[in-house]
């Protein structure tokens, strides 16, 4: 499998190096992590950001309120099909999405590929359905007319069968190589998990958003700007599991850093350095 690392949506949210750790300017830089996977069953999708719909038409698609916090740039360019089609491909092979979870800045590009089975937990589905994500992002976090059209949805248990570094894992999902593994990460969304991917050197663990800064793992001590520090807060739906599995996840960096490489949806430091060993 060759693999392609993506940013398929820009937020730009006043704060700057409170949020990212770097910028100079009064705005941050947060992405859309999302990685294009080539495989013998078909082009796959972990993530999709913003899709077109949400450029053409943001008020019908996205919350006023997070286009507002987060300041986001929707650049028809940057959408998953877009890029897709830059890397010289059609977007009807793109046969499987897989979702860490249905957050509107992670669900947007589903729809732009009618031909792809969307993976996702069962528990995700259920509570985005009913938009059950915090008394007040619930409804603003979850934008059903992003799915509200797929008609190949495969939902998995959440959790249960053969571990993985000691996480729960689910295995042998429909139609996808046996490298490919979903990890429930539950706190940030109560169906949130991980996407494991076995390469030749290792795993690959894309976390979601599980956490946002790398300083949240790689060492004993944590390290994440206030603004994030506030946001992942606002955003949770269970504190003690949300910490409890950044916790885990940092052990984990720790304990088989030779082997686990592990990235979040939203730091641009860990985008700009696993897509520049892509292209290497």
Known sequence: MKIHHLNCGTCCPVGGRLFDGKSDSAFGHIVCHCLLIESDAGLILVDTGFGTRDVDHPARRLSPFFLTLNNIKLRAEETAVAQVRRLGFDPADVRHIIVTHL?????????DFPNAAVHVTAREKEVADARRGGAFVGSRRYRPQQWNEVNDWRLYPFGGGERW??????????????????????GHTWGHAGVAIREPGGWMLHAGDAYFYRGEIGARQYSCTPALRGYQRMMEVDRTARLHNQSRLRQLSLDHADG?????????????ILAAQAEG
């Open 260 to 272: 686990v490489r592990i990235f979040c949806a939203h730091d641009p430091v860990e985008l700009d």
């Open 165 to 186: 570094f000691g996480f729960d894992a689910v295995r042998d999902l429909d139609g996808l190589p046996p490298e490919i593994l979903l990890i429930p990460l539950a």
């Open 103 to 111: 957050d509107f800045d992670h669900a947007g590009g589903i729809e």
